[in-house]
């Protein structure tokens, strides 16, 4: 059982940075597919980034401000977000698939493994 654990969030103001971290036990991270989803009040839970096969991928309103690596030695997963704003306020989840398609990725419900969260706010 695959078993995933966010950290790294806080406040931060306008145009500040934090990296998140999501740390793996259980299960060789370097074999699933992992992604990066976000939660604000009362809204869905939205795709943010995802590696698949060595690809990595956005959604646009984080390009260019966000970066998404792994690190297999560490079994760890990380998001280095800079340039935050306001509306990147949201709880930040971890998420792990092994068989996962690509038509898939940016969908909530496909996704098998989760990590409980961690809450990152952006003050302006």
Do not use: H
Not at 56 to 84: C, E, H, P, W
Request: glycine letters at 10%; hydrophobic letters at 30%.
């Amino acid at each position: 059982q695959l078993q995933l654990v966010e950290s790294g969030g806080g406040l931060v103001q306008t145009g500040g940075s934090l990296r998140l971290s999501c740390a793996a036990s259980g299960r060789t991270l370097r074999t699933y597919s992992v992604a990066w989803f976000r939660q604000s009040p009362g809204k869905e839970r939205e795709f943010v980034a995802v590696s698949k096969n060595g690809n990595i991928s956005y959604r646009d309103s984080v390009k260019g401000r966000f970066t998404l690596s792994r690190d297999n030695a560490k079994n760890m997963v990380s998001l280095q977000m800079n340039g935050l704003k306001p509306e990147d306020t949201a709880v930040y989840y971890c998420t792990a698939d092994s068989r996962i398609i690509t038509s898939e990725l940016r969908n909530t419900s496909a996704w098998d493994y989760w990590g409980q969260g961690t809450q990152v706010t952006v003050s302006s």
